[in-house]
């Protein structure tokens, strides 16, 4: 636990960058509190606003501290979730500005590990030998990094230096699956489920395993994670033109309680509010 001494230093200072290194590594526990206590809050603009503000002191920590791995992680998970949460593929421009700052910052926690410093440019096979060295214990950083990677690629798909990266995450994904494919509510299966289900045929994608992955990650998580029914609806729905599928996971999430998952109460109240709208808008998918 930080000694209140320091988290009052931190809290009162950190904006006008006089904060010791000290106090940086004593705050960045309740940092990470503060990061679940928006994922529960169910009111949106309440948690938007505490979303922006947490996130400019992390990386006012992180100027003071910037090998802080801990803290890299939270902004890497912070700034994802800022997109995904607040902004989404409505604004794809903007969303996609902050999953390259997750992006970095994720890169960043990962090369805190000498194992992985240098992995953009790696062989793969290389790379591989590495992940398969990789434990349990690494995959909250692993998935993370990746997670924010991959949506930022998603949001690049014409820009052949991001699609370049792909093999890249997708190893590092897989890896993560292996050692723990229930982490953050089947996560890696919705990574995948996205991945493959948003994409045609001809750029790489897979209907057949993107459906395996988002039916596993529904499994996994009760159908209380409501995110992957947008997604699902979203990306493979409309790839395959069954607007039968559509209408029914829509549907389902939309009449979900988002209290369902109390610690991500704020996401599903999200996902909750974009599959209403989807489905309103449903004749312009099909």
Not at 42 to 62: C, H, M, T, Y
């Amino acid at each position: 636990m930080p000694r209140a001494g320091h988290v009052l230093v931190f809290l009162g200072f950190a904006c006008a960058g006089c904060v010791s290194r000290a106090a940086v590594r004593a705050a960045a526990p309740l940092m990470e509190r503060g990061l679940e206590a928006v994922s529960e809050e169910e009111d949106v603009r309440l948690a938007e606003s505490a979303s922006g503000a947490n996130l400019k002191i992390l990386e006012a920590a992180l100027k003071e501290d910037p090998r802080h791995a801990r803290l890299l992680l939270l902004a890497c998970r912070g700034f994802a979730g800022y997109a995904l949460v607040f902004v989404g593929d409505e604004e794809s421009e903007r969303a996609r500005a902050f999953y390259a700052r997750a992006r970095a910052y994720g890169l960043r926690a990962l090369e805190q590990d000498r194992r992985l410093r240098g992995l953009l440019s790696m062989p793969m096979e290389r790379l591989e030998k590495v992940l398969k060295a990789c434990t349990r214990k690494d995959v909250p950083k692993l998935f993370w990094a990746t997670l924010a990677w991959g949506y930022w690629i998603n949001l690049s798909r014409d820009k052949p230096e991001a699609l370049a990266e792909l093999p890249r995450a997708e190893a590092i994904m897989r890896r993560v699956l292996e050692l723990d494919e229930a982490y953050f509510y089947g996560g890696p299966h919705l990574f995948f489920g996205t991945i493959y289900g948003s994409r045609t045929k001809l750029l790489g994608g897979d209907p057949d395993r993107a459906r395996e992955h988002l039916e596993r990650n529904l499994k996994l998580n009760g159908g209380r994670f409501l995110l992957t029914y947008y997604f699902y609806a979203r990306y493979l729905a409309v790839q395959l033109q069954d607007r039968q599928l559509f209408e029914r996971l829509l549907r389902q999430a939309a009449e979900a309680p988002a209290e369902s998952l109390p610690d991500q109460r704020l996401l599903n109240t999200v996902a909750r509010g974009r599959c209403a709208d989807l489905l309103a808008h449903a004749d312009e998918y099909f």
